[in-house]
T-cell receptor, first 113, second 115 residues
């Protein structure tokens, strides 16, 4: 079955450093992948979308890569700030017909001042 | 001017009861979703409606019944509530007309606790 894996352990980094979060998927080949941010007690908020023919996508301090050979996406936050502390969810598409997303369990990022 | 709203935000009820959660979006989107987020934070799709037509129906007990009276509303009714139904339920919407892979907008969630 389709499976998404993100680091379940929290990632703790110092303010100003680059945070790198990993998303691995198995048993299918998604045509695109989305990343969301979720704060405690709130719904996920969309951040970036990357297609299989795009190796890299950037938005301000965020960068996403998509390696279809490794079946992996990396999410980078450069010059991290305490306000970046949240849980980040990757969501590759699970069905090209319906656009159904399959979410990973998320990685919690804690940026310390 | 809330984009996707859900009511209630908190729902505490006894086993065996029937309850409903309501969702409304004012974004003009044509597709709406229900997700369940369990205690381990996994966010799983349950249902999706496109223009009031059911397009995603995951393996969900038939005690759960979605209803979409119009494109802007998608309600979730749960019969005979069980302890395992305790979770946070999120409603979301997206615009498929301009792209199948468009971002989804999530509501604030409804925390359901079954005692």
């Amino acid at each position: 079955s389709q499976k998404i894996e993100q680091n379940s352990e929290a990632l703790n980094i110092q303010e100003g450093k680059t945070a790198t979060l990993t998303c691995n998927y198995t048993n299918y080949s998604p045509a695109y992948l989305q990343w969301y941010r979720q704060d405690p007690g709130r719904g996920p908020v969309f951040l970036l979308l990357i297609r299989e023919n795009e190796k890299e996508k950037r938005k301000e301090r965020l960068k996403v890569t998509f390696d279809t050979t490794l079946k992996q996406s990396l999410f980078h936050i450069t010059a991290s700030q305490p306000a970046d502390s949240a849980t980040y969810l990757c969501a590759p598409v699970g069905s090209s017909n319906t656009g159904k997303l399959i979410f990973g369990q998320g990685t919690t990022l804690q940026v310390k001042p | 001017d809330t984009a996707v709203s859900q009511t209630p935000k908190y729902l505490v009820t006894q086993m065996g009861n029937d309850k409903s959660i309501k969702c409304e979006q004012n974004l003009g989107h044509d597709t709406m979703y229900w997700y369940k987020q369990d205690s381990k934070k996994f966010l799983k799709i349950m249902f999706s409606y496109n223009n009031k037509e059911l397009i995603i129906n995951e393996t969900v007990p038939n005690r759960f019944s979605p209803k979409s009276p119009d494109k802007a509303h998608l309600n979730l009714h749960i019969n005979s509530l069980e302890l395992g139904d305790s979770a946070v339920y999120f409603c979301a919407s997206s615009d498929r007309t301009s792209g199948l892979y468009n971002e989804q907008f999530f509501g604030p969630g409804t925390r359901l606790t079954v005692l």
